[in-house]
């Protein structure tokens, strides 16, 4: 195993902004009530006006507060990993890199955008957020982003992880969050779920419709999201602009890059870095890999159009391949992944040919999670542990063709909170999910009837 490290003094200053260098232009967010344009307004009573700019700007280069890079501090730079054992292990020509995001307090790559978000907020007056989370990595990073800036957070969990995964909901109480599994009777969304499916396990557009019903129905109270619009995938470049000057230090360039796809934030900021020069300059690029649960195959088998990314209908209407904003995936323990929709930007470069997406079973991402544990020594996140098995399925290949190739992943998380999951996975009672082709028709049907993207 080798590590490569940067100094405090070399976190980026800037933020990376994907926007201008995309194929063609982004499709227009649409008003969830009118499905016209939607405008930078029509978001200030979710989010703070800092972050709204974020949303919509078209500079390829955004700064970085200094408080938030002081912040940053804690725990950044991250470490790059040669994962030499692992490579001995597979028998492989193939070089594998890992940028590993599991040293933030909370654990995962989502304290990138917590931190900032929940600075704007703090800075503009506002003293409480609300926020969704699917296996509990968002919701602590935000619970701890709060704890730093003075800020209340109220948590919507997922139901499924809310009961998989209570050490979560213990961290985020622990930084002083107050946490609800979603659906809820606190809200007028929850409560028409639980009427119509008392035991249904959630899903992340439940949990959202439930952050955001909160959120606007009071004046002191922000929203915060996760994944999937351009200023979370904006945060999220810090990880792969470390990783470029990483992969530099080693002497080597990725030939592919592989990610974990829920909403899409993780992986663009990873890969996004590296396509920068060939995406503004028409030069080469890596091969870019999305690696998605096939209980929630949004990239694989979704449909390219405007949905919502929550289930009420709250939240503007995006430009993304999705399943359907009523899709709920099945329970499993890779909650992060458990979202209908994409980052519309990743949906973007993936309609045009740039990003391949490959779905993958549970039990074959927990069986490449324990091979990766007694080899490279890290107990990885569920959903991380699909980046992996991505990044193994290109290293066989590497070795089947007698091929020197390199490859990189995003390790976007520890799996210290999922030892239940591994636990059912080494006992025999992990379950694997197939979506039949009439049960994805069914989901589609949700997406609202607007014009195609683009027109």
Request: aromatic content about 8%; overall charge negative.
């Amino acid at each position: 195993m080798k590590k490569f490290l940067l100094s405090e003094d070399e976190i980026p200053h800037h933020w990376y902004n994907v926007l201008p260098d995309l194929p063609a232009a982004l499709p227009p967010y649409l008003h969830p009530a009118t499905q016209h344009t939607l405008k930078p307004a029509d978001l200030e009573a979710l989010l703070p006006r800092h972050v709204i700019e974020q949303e919509f700007t078209t500079e390829r280069w955004v700064e970085i507060p200094e408080e938030v890079r002081d912040t940053y501090k804690m725990w950044r730079p991250t470490p790059l990993y040669r994962a030499e054992r692992l490579e001995r292990a597979l028998d492989t020509p193939a070089r594998i890199y890992y940028k590993f995001e599991g040293t933030s307090p909370p654990g995962s790559h989502k304290a990138n955008t917590a931190i900032p978000q929940v600075y704007y907020n703090a800075r503009e007056g506002v003293r409480r957020v609300t926020t969704e989370t699917g296996a509990g990595q968002w919701g602590s990073a935000l619970s701890f982003a709060g704890s730093l800036f003075d800020v209340e957070v109220a948590v919507y969990m997922v139901r499924a992880s809310f009961d998989q995964k209570p050490y979560r909901r213990n961290l985020m109480e622990t930084w002083g969050a107050s946490v609800a599994a979603s659906p809820s009777e606190l809200t007028k969304a929850g409560r028409e779920v639980l009427a119509r499916e008392p035991d249904s396990p959630g899903s992340l557009g439940l949990a959202i419709s439930e952050a955001v019903e909160d959120a606007l129905s009071r004046e002191d109270t922000r929203f915060a999201l996760g994944s999937a619009m351009n200023h979370v995938v904006l945060h999220q470049t810090v990880i792969g602009l470390e990783a470029k000057r990483q992969m530099e230090m080693s002497g080597d360039a990725p030939d592919v890059v592989v990610g974990c796809v829920g909403g899409g934030s993780n992986f663009s900021g990873l890969a996004f870095p590296f396509m920068a020069e060939g995406l503004a300059n028409g030069g080469a690029l890596p091969r870019i890999l999305a690696a998605e649960p096939a209980a929630c195959p949004t990239l694989s088998r979704g449909r390219y159009g405007y949905d919502h990314p929550d289930t009420a209908g709250l939240g503007p209407l995006l430009p993304m391949r999705s399943l359907g904003s009523g899709f709920i995936p099945a329970p499993i323990h890779a909650g992060g992944l458990r979202f209908h929709g994409d980052a519309p930007t990743l949906c973007l470069l993936h309609e045009s040919g740039h990003v391949e997406a490959r779905a993958l079973q549970q039990n074959e991402v927990f069986r490449e999670a324990v091979r990766f544990a007694r080899s490279e020594g890290f107990v990885i996140a569920p959903e991380s542990a699909h980046a992996l098995r991505g990044a193994v399925q290109e290293a066989l290949a590497a070795r089947a063709a007698n091929e020197d190739r390199t490859i990189l992943f995003g390790l976007s998380g520890h799996g210290h909170f999922d030892l239940a999951a591994f636990d059912a996975f080494l006992a025999g009672r992990l379950e694997d999910y197939d979506l039949t082709d009439e049960q994805i028709r069914a989901s589609l049907e949700t997406m609202p009837r607007t014009a195609p993207v683009g027109e």
